[in-house]
Nanobody, 123 residues
């Protein structure tokens, strides 16, 4: 069974740092892309950062220069290094993966989500 398991959330003061990790486990043939979304109270889920299989990255404007997404292909793990955190970064952060997995006798791409991890930056 393929799953994404996140870790690293918590409470941090403004200006502080956190590193989120997301490990994909199970029978995975390859990873097309992985990323991080977040959802604050009363708001829609938004894409924060993503990284493709060849290492291309993109970020939402509000985190550029503060957050860095990276991946360890050998460990099927993606990281989100978050620096200079602000109260507006407070949200539940969800890991996302576009993974190539076994589907019967074939391989196909499927989307997976982690369970979410809370990041809180008090004002």
């Amino acid at each position: 069974q393929v799953q994404l398991v996140e870790s690293g959330g918590g409470l941090v003061q403004p200006g502080g740092s956190l590193r989120l990790s997301c490990a994909a486990s199970g029978i995975i043939f390859s990873i097309n892309a992985m990323g991080w979304y977040r959802q604050a109270n009363g708001k829609q889920r938004e894409l924060v950062a993503a990284i493709t299989s060849v290492g291309s990255t993109n970020y939402i404007d509000s985190v550029k220069g503060r957050f860095t997404i990276s991946r360890d292909n050998a460990k099927n793990t993606v990281y989100l290094q978050m620096n200079s955190l602000k109260p507006e970064d407070t949200a539940v952060y969800f890991c996302y993966g576009d993974l190539v997995v076994r589907d019967g006798l074939r391989a196909r791409s499927k989307d997976y989500w982690g369970q979410g991890t809370q990041v809180t930056v008090p004002s």
